[in-house]
């Protein structure tokens, strides 16, 4: 192990896309494990459209010239705790950065399954895969039969949804995405019966195009132009679940989306937002749903992963501009290491 740390801070608040001179790695001493704590080195890292939004700054958001905070996995490399074991990988917030002191109430321990890789503890079975569950099966309560349409389907969230949806029992899945390329993608391998590159003319227009029966269910990552289309487009009783406004990141004077506001009442709509955080007691409902399904290899997480903690800005801002597919991560280029079994068969 290095006797040097790496981290990432903001150097300034960028107005519209932010850019590589609004990051600055920072060289430090490896830190050490004070009594109660731990020293984990970092082996993964997750890069999230929600990280754009604290860029901003305000309440809860990043602080110049501070580590960042972000999703990571990390093995214990010298531990001042006997709840915290060497060699023990655990997930924690403070990424960003090749290495984190924690204490045990600020880490939480992967559950051990065969067979499954532990970048999806990033992903499909952690906070995106999380969002994606809580989106269908408990703000807009999908039905078997119900047809859905998702935007930003080639992200990580949308890539979950539309594999959980079909996984429930969804009817016709449609989704949007930012290239000719990912519109394939999603029908291809991900189980999309249809897939529009948004840039291709008005949201109205393709959505009646790629659904012109309408649908039930609307998980929305995007907001703008194309949230008020899916009012216009959703059935009587539909329901929308608003997870994220990636259109109004980094475009901060865009106007707010316009609908025909008498469509929520005349046909009975319900749209509800949440954050994933306030349905973290789901945690363990979403492992038993999807993990059997991911050692049957009747569901596959979608990632783009890149080896290297100095890439990932670029992925980030990559990331941002629609050039990943699925979850993006970040790995150290370390041999990839699984969770420990204790019982091949069975989950511990």
Do not use: C
Request: aromatic content about 8%; glycine content about 12%; charged content about 20%.
């Amino acid at each position: 192990m290095d006797d040097t740390a790496l981290t990432v801070h903001q150097t300034a608040r960028p107005h519209a896309f932010p850019g590589p001179e609004h990051f600055a790695f920072v060289e430090s001493a490896l830190p050490s494990p004070a009594a109660g704590t731990a020293l984990v080195e970092n082996l993964y890292w997750s890069v999230d459209p929600y990280h754009r939004e604290m860029m901003d700054g305000g309440p809860g958001g990043f602080a110049l010239g501070a580590p960042l905070e972000g999703r990571a996995l990390g093995r214990v490399v010298a531990s001042r705790t006997p709840q915290l074991a060497e060699g023990e990988v655990v997930f924690h917030r403070q990424g960003w950065r090749t290495h984190a002191v924690v204490a045990p109430g600020q880490v939480r321990r992967l559950p051990r399954y065969d067979g499954v890789p532990l970048s999806a503890y990033l992903g499909i079975l952690g906070g995106t895969g999380l969002t994606a569950y809580v989106a269908l099966t408990r703000i807009t309560r999908l039905r078997p039969g119900d047809d859905l349409f998702v935007s930003a389907a080639a992200g990580g969230v949308g890539t979950a949804a539309g594999r959980f949806a079909r996984l429930l029992g969804a009817g016709r899945l449609v989704g949007s995405t930012g290239s000719a390329d990912k519109a394939a993608y999603l029908t291809r391998e991900v189980g999309y019966d249809a897939a529009f590159d948004y840039h291709d003319g008005p949201a109205s227009e393709l959505l009646a195009t790629a659904a012109p029966d309408g649908f039930d269910v609307f998980v929305d990552n995007v907001g703008g132009p194309q949230l008020a289309a899916a009012i216009g487009a959703l059935r009587p009783f539909g329901r929308i679940a608003r997870v994220g406004t990636i259109s109004q990141y980094n475009a901060p004077d865009a106007p707010p989306p316009r609908f025909n506001h008498a469509d929520l009442v005349e046909k009975s709509l319900r749209m509800e937002g949440f954050l994933v955080t306030h349905h973290l007691e789901l945690q363990q409902e979403l492992y038993d749903f999807a993990v059997p399904h991911l050692r049957s290899g009747r569901l596959t997480p979608d990632e783009t992963v890149v080896t290297g903690f100095d890439h990932i800005v670029t992925a980030f801002l990559a990331m941002l501009h629609g050039r990943t597919t699925g979850k993006t991560l970040i790995r150290a280029p370390a041999p990839v290491i699984h969770t420990p079994v204790d019982n091949p068969s069975e989950p511990a």
